[in-house]
């Protein structure tokens, strides 16, 4: 009963100072541990900003390999909000009912494949899948796009042999550059052409603005995506009796749905880069030198939550930050929170029990840290209810 268990390994050193460190790339980071000093930093962006050298407040840092801007991500006020304001009517859009009537045929539609199999390898046969194709929605292309995206795996800079992959970066980066020139030469209704019809303060987005905010919706919320259904299913499957629970009371999906995202945090940490010299819990930070919003340990905040290393599906008071705080709460939210509930909701409908088969688990190491963020495979038995 323990194969869907994520640690807190910064529990000592939230408790003890506060704070913890690590070493990314000979670029050292000051981890802010609790969730109160958390909230505190990620509010207080004139120090600790977002709009360094693209690909620093990443960790690990993505310098090495891109020199393009995420936007709105990696700027800061006021010209974050100019930006966000141009985005959020479009990363809304899954709350409209015909886009939640397509993602939940998706999902049936995956449900149905694998709950014909003996084993389905839940990361790259399912998760990653499920991911790929919703993304055909938030950017309103065809649905057979996402069998390229799914070549791609789990993560677009990332390969099995390195942390960083420069040459997998730049497969995506051509990716997006002739998406946006057959944008440009045949404008439809797709996210691309939507953005080369865009303006902000009066000034049409350049291609290189339009490739940093496409690049930011291809990154952002692929493996974060990826391990919070992986990591809901390994959970459903070692807890049926909260699946059995929220069959009976459905009107819990929405609580259980912040829960599993604050017990996941499938984030663990964002960085940021100090303006000037300061101090994090009485710690000294130097002025171009980066922190981190260490989300997972704030989330694990016992002083907040209370029993704080538990699932509890109907915790009432839930001020998780999973989803980032302040300026830079997470653009793909909704479309994350909607991937849930219908995932929730179609396991309810679908399947009787899940097995867990076997497994291996995804750790990150961060120095003296070690933190489960999800598995690199999990295979699993999908028992149909129909069964």
């Not at 050193?13 to 505190?40: A, S, T």
């Not at 959020?88 to 998706?106: H, I, M, S, T, V």
């Not at 997006?176 to 057959?182: G, L, P, S, Y």
């Not at 300061?278 to 939550?305: G, M, P, Q, Y």
Request: aromatic fraction near 8%; charge should be negative; include cysteine.
């Amino acid at each position: 009963m323990d194969k869907s268990k994520i640690n807190d390994p910064f529990e000592n050193d939230r408790l003890e100072k506060g704070f913890g460190e690590m070493d990314d790339q000979n670029d050292p980071v000051v981890m802010v541990l609790g969730h109160k000093d958390v909230r505190r930093c990620a509010h207080n962006w004139k120090t600790y900003q977002s709009g360094a050298e693209p690909g620093r407040i990443v960790i690990p840092s993505e310098v090495n390999i891109r020199d393009t801007r995420q936007i709105p991500f990696e700027l800061d006020p006021p010209m974050h909000g100019d930006y966000r304001a141009l985005l959020d009517q479009w990363f809304k859009r899954p709350l409209e009912a015909e886009y939640e009537a397509e993602l939940k045929k998706q999902i049936s539609t995956l449900f149905d494949e694998v709950l014909t199999q003996d084993k389905t390898e839940v990361i790259h046969d399912f998760s990653l899948k499920l991911q790929s194709r919703a993304l055909t929605l938030l950017f309103n292309v065809p649905f057979s796009v996402s069998e390229t995206w799914i070549s791609w795996g789990t993560h677009v800079f990332r390969s099995e042999a390195t942390a960083l992959d420069a040459s997998k970066a730049n497969i995506l980066y051509a990716y997006i550059d002739e998406q946006i020139d057959k944008s440009i030469n045949n404008p439809g209704d797709d996210f691309y052409s939507k953005l080369l019809a865009s303006q902000v303060n009066g000034k049409k987005l350049t291609k290189e603005e339009i490739k940093g905010i496409v690049i930011l919706t291809f990154a952002g919320g692929r493996d974060t995506v990826i391990n919070a259904v992986t990591n809901s299913i390994a959970y459903f499957a070692e807890h049926p009796e909260s699946l059995e629970r929220l069959r009976k009371e459905p009107e819990l999906t929405t609580t259980a749905i912040e829960e599993l995202v604050r017990y996941f945090s499938p984030l663990t940490q964002m960085g940021r880069v100090a303006t000037e010299d300061a101090t994090v819990c009485e710690h000294a930070v130097k002025a171009d030198t980066r922190i981190s919003l260490n989300w997972a340990s704030a989330n694990r905040d016992a002083k907040v939550f209370e029993n704080a290393n538990e699932v509890v599906i109907d915790r009432k008071i839930n001020p998780h930050v999973a989803f980032g705080f302040g300026t830079h709460n997470c653009l793909g939210a909704t479309h994350a929170r909607q991937i849930l509930k219908i995932l929730i909701h179609t396991l309810i409908e679908k399947v009787e029990s899940i097995e867990i088969l076997d497994y291996k688990e995804n750790i990150e190491d961060l120095g003296d840290y070690k933190r489960k963020v999800g598995f690199d495979k999990i295979n699993v038995k999908f028992n149909s209810k129909l069964n």
